[in-house]
């Protein structure tokens, strides 16, 4: 039950990482706390951070490519779309190694990618406004980087909110 185990606990940190508001500033810090974590880890990523009417802010570190530029986007897309975090999307899927949504569906793939690390910007009051993405690590890692720098930004307990290991 690992998968239903993941998805309660994205639920939960989806419950709880919530702004009450939420700025430029806000993304300049987050950003900046995700590129140091990269920077001290040495992790090749991409993170950005959207607003659903424009972009806040952009990183890269070594060992990225153009195609990480291209998930962030897709996987901000996933989080407008269907309103929870990209991994959660991937979590209640079957499992599926093209990366596709169902064809049910009918979103173009090339907007649209099931693959964990792009959370939601959720407002008091205002709902989902946007997304925080990271893309260069397996998924659930890119998940982890971005709840990790979101619940530390908030003041919430990282350790309670964050992903068993794997085993």
């Given at each position: 039950m690992a998968t239903a185990d993941d998805i309660a606990k994205v639920l939960e940190q989806e419950r709880a990482l919530v702004f009450d508001t939420f700025d430029d500033d806000a993304a300049f810090a987050i950003g900046s706390a995700i590129r140091e974590r990269a920077i001290s880890d040495k992790l090749g990523i991409v993170c950005s951070i959207v607003l659903w009417d424009r972009p806040l802010?952009?990183?890269?570190?070594?060992?990225t490519t153009a195609d990480n530029a291209d998930w962030v986007r897709r996987k901000a897309n996933v989080v407008k779309r269907f309103q929870k975090s990209s991994y959660r999307m991937v979590l209640e899927q079957l499992p599926r190694e093209d990366r596709l949504l169902p064809e049910a569906r009918a979103l173009p793939p090339e907007d649209y990618v099931l693959a964990g690390g792009g959370f939601p910007i959720r407002v008091n009051g205002a709902g989902i406004i946007g997304a925080v993405v990271v893309s260069g690590l397996p998924e659930r890692q890119d998940?982890?980087?971005v709840v990790a720098a979101i619940a530390g930004y908030l003041g919430r307990d990282t350790a309670a909110l964050a992903l068993a290991l794997e085993p």
């Amino acid at each position: 039950m690992a998968t239903a185990d993941d998805i309660a606990k994205v639920l939960e940190q989806e419950r709880a990482l919530v702004f009450d508001t939420f700025d430029d500033d806000a993304a300049f810090a987050i950003g900046s706390a995700i590129r140091e974590r990269a920077i001290s880890d040495k992790l090749g990523i991409v993170c950005s951070i959207v607003l659903w009417d424009r972009p806040l802010f952009y990183m890269t570190r070594p060992g990225t490519t153009a195609d990480n530029a291209d998930w962030v986007r897709r996987k901000a897309n996933v989080v407008k779309r269907f309103q929870k975090s990209s991994y959660r999307m991937v979590l209640e899927q079957l499992p599926r190694e093209d990366r596709l949504l169902p064809e049910a569906r009918a979103l173009p793939p090339e907007d649209y990618v099931l693959a964990g690390g792009g959370f939601p910007i959720r407002v008091n009051g205002a709902g989902i406004i946007g997304a925080v993405v990271v893309s260069g690590l397996p998924e659930r890692q890119d998940h982890a980087v971005v709840v990790a720098a979101i619940a530390g930004y908030l003041g919430r307990d990282t350790a309670a909110l964050a992903l068993a290991l794997e085993p």
